[in-house]
């Protein structure tokens, strides 16, 4: 689509016949993050039985491609290089993060870290990992050398960590619903915005640089202006805290999961329902792929035939419908 003369109701008109979901089966346990590789051709998912499961696109649909072990504890969130498609990193509980790389299909690098990690964050120029781990450390991997060449500890709950557009800055969502902006590298604080009066869980960044948006337990989606700081408006269709958002390619659409049983698609530019689909359980993780509209999930599903046993599958919604 020509995302230039896109309206909303051209939007939606496009969800009505691109509303198939197709789901693979990818881990013996739960998914807890998934993500397109730079170019779109690969998509990842980390999951609670410690391996990643690299797939392959064609056309319309996804091929499993192979497994990625060695982590010793859960793989919680995932991130991949911002212009090199085959290198992704991995957080783990096992105190480790984990390069991999998609084209040799081995691990590239393992590095050792003091705690629990259970957010990841890989740097635009591709220099630097930031991870955090449960007692609130940051730290700063150089990925030329597999050393933490910086730490930060905070004395607050820190969620989501993620850079802007520029790599000249910072960000991450705390438990006090706060948003606080470090300077890149100096690691100096700059501003705290006040984003919402819950837990400001997620944050996410636009293509284009000119927004990011975060998801808080007030239920509500921000959206911000990058260079004002200044919160121009917000998503209020979910019900629960919002877990996991994610910007289409062209920065038109945002995706909001939460533990309500839909997913919702907006338009940026007024916040509009594009779209909205069911899911079968809680969403924790949701991805637009780089250059499409096709958005890879993973819900809390049960399997179907054993309810005691988490489903391990993973979804991709958007493909167009029979």
Same mark, same amino acid.
């Given at each position: 689509?020509?995302?230039?003369?896109?309206?909303?109701?051209?939007?939606?008109?496009?969800?009505?016949?691109?509303?198939?979901?197709?789901?693979?089966?990818?881990?013996?346990?739960?998914?807890?993050?998934?993500?397109?590789?730079?170019?779109?051709?690969?998509?990842?998912?980390?999951?609670?039985?410690?391996?990643?499961?690299?797939?392959?696109?064609?056309?319309?649909?996804?091929?499993?491609?192979?497994?990625?072990?060695?982590?010793?504890?859960?793989?919680?969130?995932?991130?991949?290089?911002?212009?090199?498609?085959?290198?992704?990193?991995?957080?783990?509980?096992?105190?480790?993060?984990?390069?991999?790389?998609?084209?040799?299909?081995?691990?590239?690098?393992?590095?050792?870290?003091?705690?629990?990690?259970?957010?990841?964050?890989?740097?635009?120029?591709?220099?630097?990992?930031?991870?955090?781990?449960?007692?609130?450390?940051?730290?700063?991997?150089?990925?030329?050398?597999?050393?933490?060449?910086?730490?930060?500890?905070?004395?607050?709950?820190?969620?989501?960590?993620?850079?802007?557009?520029?790599?000249?800055?910072?960000?991450?969502?705390?438990?006090?619903?706060?948003?606080?902006?470090?300077?890149?590298?100096?690691?100096?604080?700059?501003?705290?915005?006040?984003?919402?009066?819950?837990?400001?869980?997620? &944050?996410? /960044?636009?293509?284009? *640089?000119?927004?990011? !948006?975060?998801? $808080?337990? @007030?239920?509500?989606?921000?959206?911000?202006? =990058?260079?004002?700081?200044?919160?121009?408006?917000?998503?209020?269709?979910?019900?629960?805290?919002?877990?996991? &958002?994610? /910007?289409?390619?062209? *920065?038109?659409?945002? !995706?909001?999961? $939460?533990? @309500?049983?839909?997913?919702?698609?907006?338009? =940026?530019?007024?916040?509009?329902?594009?779209?909205?689909?069911?899911?079968?359980?809680?969403?924790?993780?949701?991805?637009?792929?780089?250059?499409?509209?096709?958005?890879?999930?993973?819900?809390?599903?049960?399997?179907?035939?054993?309810?005691?046993?988490?489903?391990?599958?993973?979804?991709?919604?958007?493909?167009?419908?029979?």
């Amino acid at each position: 689509m020509d995302s230039s003369s896109s309206s909303i109701e051209e939007l939606q008109a496009y969800f009505k016949t691109h509303n198939k979901i197709r789901e693979y089966q990818a881990h013996a346990s739960k998914v807890h993050s998934v993500g397109w590789s730079c170019d779109g051709r690969r998509l990842a998912s980390g999951s609670f039985d410690k391996t990643v499961v690299i797939f392959f696109l064609e056309k319309d649909r996804l091929t499993r491609e192979f497994t990625f072990k060695g982590h010793g504890g859960s793989v919680d969130q995932l991130s991949w290089h911002a212009s090199n498609c085959d290198l992704l990193s991995t957080a783990s509980g096992d105190k480790s993060v984990r390069i991999w790389d998609a084209r040799s299909q081995k691990c590239a690098a393992t590095i050792l870290t003091k705690g629990e990690n259970i957010n990841i964050s890989w740097s635009p120029d591709g220099n630097t990992i930031a991870v955090g781990n449960k007692e609130d450390l940051v730290s700063f991997i150089d990925t030329r050398m597999h050393k933490i060449k910086a730490e930060e500890q905070f004395n607050f709950e820190v969620n989501e960590i993620s850079w802007n557009k520029k790599n000249n800055l910072f960000f991450l969502t705390n438990g006090q619903g706060c948003i606080h902006i470090l300077s890149y590298p100096e690691l100096k604080l700059l501003h705290i915005l006040k984003a919402h009066p819950g837990t400001c869980i997620c &944050i996410e /960044f636009d293509p284009t *640089g000119r927004y990011f !948006a975060t998801g $808080s337990a @007030d239920a509500l989606v921000s959206l911000w202006d =990058v260079d004002e700081l200044a919160c121009l408006r917000t998503f209020n269709r979910l019900e629960w805290p919002v877990r996991a &958002i994610s /910007f289409s390619h062209d *920065g038109l659409l945002l !995706a909001s999961a $939460s533990e @309500d049983l839909v997913i919702d698609v907006g338009e =940026v530019a007024t916040g509009e329902r594009v779209a909205d689909f069911s899911v079968e359980a809680a969403t924790f993780t949701v991805a637009w792929h780089p250059s499409q509209y096709l958005l890879a999930y993973a819900c809390d599903d049960k399997d179907s035939y054993d309810r005691k046993r988490d489903a391990g599958s993973l979804k991709v919604f958007g493909f167009p419908s029979d």
